[in-house]
């Protein structure tokens, strides 16, 4: 069992920054990968980013460059720093872990940007 509990969502302005963070319990040594996915209103849920435990990362190509995923071993957690932000990236943020048997999802944390 994994459990996850993103945190670090909210209401940005266009161009601004916001770094969200994901803390892993549980059976946490079992983890393969951790990304990030977002769904926004009326669309399907989608990569963002992800991570391996070698470190190797993966991006969508709408967030290259913007975007960093990054991995803190020692605390058991995943960040997403996300910078130049805009209007299209408002959506539910989730964090993932990937198991070699299944996955676990967090509960999602709200990234809003608008002026």
């Known amino acids: 069992q994994v459990q996850l509990v993103e945190s670090g969502g909210g209401l940005v302005q266009p161009g601004g920054s916001l770094r969200l963070s994901c803390a892993a319990s549980?059976?946490?040594?079992?983890?393969?990968?951790m990304g990030w996915y977002r769904q926004a209103p009326g669309k399907q849920r989608e990569l963002v980013a992800t991570?391996?435990?070698?470190?190797?990362?993966n991006y969508a190509d709408s967030v290259k460059g913007r975007f960093t995923i990054s991995r803190d071993n020692a605390k058991n957690t995943v960040s997403l720093q996300m910078n130049s932000l805009k209007t299209e990236n408002t959506a539910v943020y989730y964090c993932?872990?990937?198991?070699?048997?299944?996955?676990?999802w967090g509960q999602g944390t709200q990234v809003t940007v608008s002026s």
């Open positions: 549980g059976s946490i040594f079992s983890i393969v990968t």
């Open positions: 993932k872990a990937e198991l070699t048997s299944r996955s676990y």
């Open positions: 991570i391996t435990n070698s470190g190797s990362t």
